[in-house]
């Protein structure tokens, strides 16, 4: 039976995600605490992993019943910040800004987040799917590859690339107990998944296989002109209006569901 195995959400863009037993829609349809804070530069750019290659250096764990960031530093310079605090946002972007050698402010963002396609929803991920590309790399573990690639809602129970059905035209919907999703587009992935989400150390030529084995494996039902090149994986989801004032919770079951 196809279940929700795993939700993790990130609450500081770019820092570590954190899993959540049940998540609240948000208005935008969203996840609760996706994303809710972003570092921000003088540009009013939000960056992310592609932007300080040393973000991979920090440990991150946030508290949402508290609104407390808990970060510490190679060096072991720990800090906590509450950021649903006004003055402690402020102070969190100062220690960011010393840390990055960058200008930043650390901004909240409760609607939708900081998510890089506001107008979408979840990223969408099965477990099947990670335990696959995670046999393509010596000495990859699924959780590393859960680290690396930073889905929101991972599904067990399925076959690998399950979620690639979900986009493309004529492409069923799926529910998640109550809740009910479309596909809307394949994530193209960027630099951040070929870095050690420990060391951000490369693993060599991780683009080029993966993009070998991915179309080794590129599964019969998807629609290949829904994907314009074969270095993607997971898919970028949107929760129907009518479903946005509903939750998530790990346990409940999937249905795939014909237009």
């Known amino acids: 039976m196809a279940r929700l195995e795993r939700i993790r959400v990130f609450p500081v863009k770019g820092l570590d995600g954190i899993d959540v037993e049940t998540s609240a829609i948000r208005e935008g349809g969203t996840l609760a605490y996706d994303r809710k804070f972003g570092l921000v530069d003088e540009d009013g750019e939000v960056s992310n992993g592609k932007d300080f290659e040393t973000i991979h250096d920090l440990r991150a764990d ?9 970060v510490e530093t190679p060096g ?43 107008d979408m929803g979840p990223s969408v991920i099965s477990t099947e799917t ?9 000495d990859l573990t699924v959780e590393g590859a859960r680290r690396r690639l930073r889905a929101n809602v991972e599904v067990s129970g399925v076959e690998p690339f399950w979620e690639d059905r979900f986009v493309g035209d004529d492409a069923p919907t799926f529910t998640v ?44 039902w998807a629609d290949p002109d829904a ?19 509903g939750s998530i919770g790990v346990g409940d079951e999937v249905h795939v569901v014909d237009r």
Do not use: Q
């Open 62 to 70: 946030f508290d949402p019943e508290t609104g407390e960031l808990r």
């Open 76 to 118: 072991g310079d720990r800090r906590r910040f509450a950021l649903d605090e006004a003055d402690e946002r402020s102070r969190a972007g100062e220690w960011f800004s010393s840390v990055f050698d960058a200008a930043l402010t650390l901004e909240r963002n409760s609607s939708v987040g900081f998510v890089d396609r506001p």
């Open 130 to 138: 990670l335990e696959t590309v995670a046999g393509w790399f010596d």
């Open 177 to 220: 107990g109550d809740v009910r999703f479309e596909g809307v587009t394949p994530c193209a992935r960027c630099v951040v998944p070929s870095r050690d989400p420990d060391t951000g150390e490369p693993l060599p030529e991780f683009r080029t296989r993966f993009i070998e084995k991915r179309r080794e494996t590129f599964p019969k």
């Open 227 to 245: 994907f314009d090149h074969h270095y993607t994986l997971m898919i970028i989801a949107r929760i129907l209006e009518g479903s946005r004032n």
